[in-house]
C-alpha cells in the first residue's frame, strides 16, 4: 500500500512569489494535516483537511492556504513568499474514527526554500 | 494551554546506556500520548503510544511512562544504539469535532555515539 505521497520534493522560489505544494493521503484516509517544519524548530501545526472542509488552522498569517479535494489529495498554497517561509513542509494523513489514536501518517515532506 | 513542553532539546548517550525524553501537557483533555521518531531527510513515524489509564508501556527497547497526578510523560530507551539516532517527537491527541488533534513537542536530537 504507498504511503503518504508529496509533491514536489524541492522547490526553490524567490521573495513575493507563490508556491504550491501537493499531499496524496494514504488510500481510505479522509484527513489531511500540514505542518511546517523550520530549521531547529518542532512541527508547527498549519491546516487540517477532513471530508473536503477545512476544520482548522494553526497561527499562521492568511496567505497560507489550501483545500482539500474530492479525492482527498489535498494542496497547500503559500502566497508572498518571504525568508522564513523557507522549511520543511509536512503532510500528513488519518483515518478519522472519531477516536483518539495519535496516528498520524507523514510524508517525506517537500522542502521549500525562498530566497 | 494546547501547548507540550519537551526536554532536553538534544541528547548524547553512549552506545548501551538509557536516552530520556521528557514531556509536560496542561491541557487534561489530552487522551493519547503518541511519540514519533523522524530520521534525516524522512517525515516523521510512530513510535509508541499510550492512553491516561495506562501508567507504563513498553515495545522492545521503547518505553512510556507515564504520570497523570503530574501531567507528565517520558520515553525511555534501554540499551540504546546508534541507530536510535534520530529526532524524537512527543505528542499529544485531543478528538475535537469527530477529528483528532496532535499537538507536538518540540522535538529533541539523539545522537548515539558508538
Known amino acids: 500500500e504507498a504511503g503518504v505521497t508529496q509533491s514536489p520534493t524541492h522547490l526553490i522560489k524567490t521573495r513575493g512569489q507563490q508556491a504550491t505544494l501537493r499531499c496524496s493521503p494514504i488510500?481510505?484516509?479522509?484527513?489531511v494535516y500540514w505542518y511546517q517544519q523550520a530549521l531547529g524548530l518542532g512541527l508547527q501545526f498549519l491546516l487540517w483537511?477532513?471530508?473536503?472542509?477545512?476544520?482548522n488552522r494553526g497561527n499562521f498569517p492568511p496567505r497560507f492556504s489550501g483545500r482539500q479535494f474530492p479525492n482527498y489529495s489535498s494542496e497547500l498554497n503559500v502566497n508572498a513568499l518571504e525568508l522564513e517561509d523557507s522549511a520543511l513542509y509536512l503532510c500528513?494523513?488519518?483515518?478519522?474514527?472519531?477516536?483518539?489514536?495519535?496516528?498520524?501518517?507523514f510524508g517525506e515532506g517537500s522542502r521549500l526554500t525562498v530566497l | 494551554q494546547q501547548q507540550v513542553k519537551q526536554s532536553p532539546q538534544s541528547l548524547i548517550v553512549q552506545k548501551g546506556g538509557i536516552s530520556i525524553i521528557n514531556c509536560a501537557y496542561e491541557n487534561t483533555a489530552f487522551d493519547y500520548f503518541p511519540w514519533y521518531q523522524q530520521f534525516p531527510g524522512k517525515g516523521p513515524a510512530l513510535l509508541i503510544a499510550i492512553r491516561p489509564d495506562v501508567s507504563e508501556k513498553k515495545e522492545g527497547r521503547f518505553t512510556i511512562s507515564f504520570n497523570k497526578s503530574a501531567k507528565q510523560f517520558s520515553l525511555h530507551i534501554m540499551d540504546s544504539q546508534p541507530g536510535d539516532s534520530a529526532t524524537y517527537f512527543c505528542?499529544?491527541?485531543?478528538?475535537?469535532?469527530?477529528?483528532?488533534?496532535?499537538?507536538f513537542g518540540q522535538g529533541t536530537r539523539l545522537t548515539i555515539n558508538p
Open positions: 500528513a494523513s488519518s483515518l478519522e474514527t472519531g477516536r483518539s489514536t495519535g496516528e498520524l501518517f
Open positions: 483537511y477532513d471530508e473536503g472542509e477545512e476544520r
Open positions: 505528542a499529544a491527541s485531543i478528538s475535537l469535532q469527530g477529528a483528532q488533534k496532535l499537538v
Open positions: 488510500s481510505g484516509h479522509t484527513s
